[in-house]
């Protein structure tokens, strides 16, 4: 599989092979069975489930929330400087979502692993079909924790993935996802937990219970 | 529609109809526009989608969470003394979520109606399909809130639906649900806490995506 996606890879027959990562991916098949790995960056071309891991760090300050956003790199391939979530990436071959979380915080925004282990609290999955930048449908599963900051902790760049984080609170959030600011897939995670921390309610959004429902699709195709 | 539901409660055509309760329940059509109201008792005869509240009370000791669990009153016609979430019940025509759990938690728990409004946290809507013990298929959405419980607060039977109020800890809530002690739709609400706050994750529930996707069902039928 490999060898074929490297070969095609040479002949530039996909323009997303461009983007090789030397990251495995797993495909599974029913009832959670994993068959094989595929580079990641030939994952979309078949149309697998991949799963991710994001993170949203926050404070609470006068009893209200602030939320660290990521902006993304200029020189990213995809979604270059748009907004993200606190940390985000994706799970490779093995790797179990809070060794994936751990990891990703620690290398992108520089958390101590131990404030990591400490605070971080998983917080649900969300399971969507997107059809990112690259034009091919892509069923995700997004395992989604919290992290409540310690006040003395910030986030800093700690790879060159992120180009700032900056501390918003939910109206400067609402206006920049409003504006389509974020990367949609991160615009879903901070959704979800706008409804998880009563900020988005039955009361204020008249599409609450669809949004809820569509946060969370049942799969169609096999996942971890 | 009360008329032919009350002659045929006379005539005892339908055994749903002897738990008459005097509640209008709302009927909504396509785009959550509000068609008729019916009495709550013969809902089911129908199967519209039903809407209610429910209400997670707990507090965190030792960084550990305990949950006020509610047991049943003997009396009650459906699941008589089973464990139930610590509020719980059915929004009425016209009745917005939030005035709906504020009004149960003061009813069923006597909690100060001050606490509840300062304490208690819109958490998200959970969707499914129920078969509960009338035997009629039941669309329901339950709109879930979290009320972290100031050390003095303990909740008390306000009313006649509730025999007892216990606080569990999570070892203890976890061998009463697979005991089967609670009823089934208050289940799904403390599996879904248990996911938000954690306790279920990825690692220790091998069916953890599909679990959360099922708590979160694209309604099949027009709802609120």
Known sequence: ??????????????KVLKAWRNEPFPVYGPGRTLLLSIERAGSGLFGITTHGVHMNAYIV??????????????????????????????????????KGVVREAVEEAAFPEAVVLENANPAGV????????????????????????????IPTPGDQEVENFKLL???????????GKFKPNCALVIIDFFIRHGILTAENEKD?????????????????
């Open 61 to 98: 300050e006068g009893g209200k929330i602030k939320y660290w956003v990521a902006q993304r790199a200029a020189h990213k391939k995809y979604y270059p400087g748009m907004l993200d979530n606190t940390v985000g990436g994706g799970l490779t071959t093995g790797e179990d979502p809070l």
């Open 126 to 153: 969300i399971t969507y079909l997107g059809i990112p930048e690259t034009g091919l449908l892509k069923p995700d599963c997004i395992f989604v924790y919290d992290l409540l900051l310690p006040s003395d902790i």
């Open 1 to 14: 599989m490999t060898q074929t996606l490297l070969s095609n890879r040479e002949r530039g027959t996909f």
């Open 208 to 224: 609450y219970i669809e949004i809820s429902a569509r946060l969370h699709r049942n799969p169609e195709f096999p996942t971890a």
């Open 169 to 179: 609170d939910i109206d400067q959030m609402q206006t920049a996802l409003a504006a």
